[in-house]
């Protein structure tokens, strides 16, 4: 499993964002992606995951009423999903950059959330 992260970027206190994580080699119906975020010198934090087995996701508590995480339909000729993480009200403190994870251990690079006060 490979996975892609996009749509990481600057932008206002306030404004929104739309992330996306691209996975390939996706051979089974059940599966957990998740997303998670990191800032320099601190401990990596989990904001949204979303499962395709009982569509059930889950939200940290700095995420919730903000953000919302989405799943595309799995396109069955490139064994590929794609998962969003829209986020919307930026603070700050969001400003990290955000990882998504293939349940339980394939990592994709990240993309860069910088959000100015």
């Known amino acids: 499993v490979q996975l892609q992260a996009s749509g990481g970027g600057l932008v206002q206190a306030g404004g929104s964002l739309r992330l996306s994580c691209v996975a390939s080699g996706i051979t089974f119906d059940r599966y957990a992606i998740c997303w998670f975020r990191r800032a320099p010198g601190k401990k990596r934090e989990g904001v949204s995951c979303?499962?395709?087995?009982?569509?059930?996701?889950?939200?940290?508590?700095?995420a919730k009423g903000r953000f919302i995480i989405s799943r595309e339909p799995k396109d069955n000729a490139k064994n590929t999903v794609t998962i969003h993480l829209q986020m919307s009200s930026l603070k700050p403190e969001d400003s990290n950059i955000y990882y998504c994870?293939?349940?339980?251990?394939?990592w994709g690079q990240g993309t860069q959330v910088t959000v100015s006060s």
């Open positions: 994870l293939y349940y339980p251990d394939h």
């Open positions: 979303i499962s395709r087995a009982d569509g059930s996701t889950y939200y940290a508590d700095s």
